[in-house]
């Protein structure tokens, strides 16, 4: 079955950057949308980001809208969270998510109960 891998978070002052990768365990992740959420203590898990199958919809919460950016690499089998002047705010625990491209015929990108498969989480902490 497809297994997901975060890594790339860290510590990083307000107004720095950081790059989350999800690897995903086979060539399979090609028939799945995947999404980025995040869940800081206290908060109910939200959604950041959403890439479709073959990168043609993408959607954003407005809260990163303008600082970061959800690409797909199909050869590597990876999806990537490119996040620009981060708040502390976004300080969360981030989790890459996969579920079927036919998915989102019947389910908001930011449902968490459509996406079957997730990685561990990796921690984001934006402080001074």
């Known amino acids: 079955q497809l297994q997901l891998v975060e890594s790339g978070g860290g510590l990083v002052q307000p107004g720095g950057s950081l790059r989350l990768s999800c690897a995903a365990s086979?060539?399979?992740?090609?028939?799945?949308?995947t999404a980025w959420f995040r869940q800081a203590p206290g908060k109910e898990r939200e959604g950041v980001s959403y890439?479709?199958?073959?990168?043609?919809?993408?959607n954003y919460a407005d809260s990163v809208k303008g600082r970061f950016t959800i690409s797909r690499d199909g050869a590597k089998r990876t999806t990537y969270l490119q996040m620009n002047n981060l708040k502390p705010e976004d300080t969360a625990i981030y989790y890459c998510?996969?579920?079927?491209?036919?998915?989102?015929?019947?389910?908001?990108?930011?449902?968490?109960?459509?996406?079957?498969?997730w990685g561990q989480g990796t921690q984001v902490t934006v402080s001074s």
């Open positions: 086979e060539v399979t992740l090609d028939y799945y949308s």
């Open positions: 890439i479709s199958r073959y990168s043609d919809v993408i």
């Open positions: 998510a996969a579920r079927p491209s036919w998915t989102s015929n019947t389910n908001a990108w930011t449902e968490v109960h459509s996406y079957p498969h």
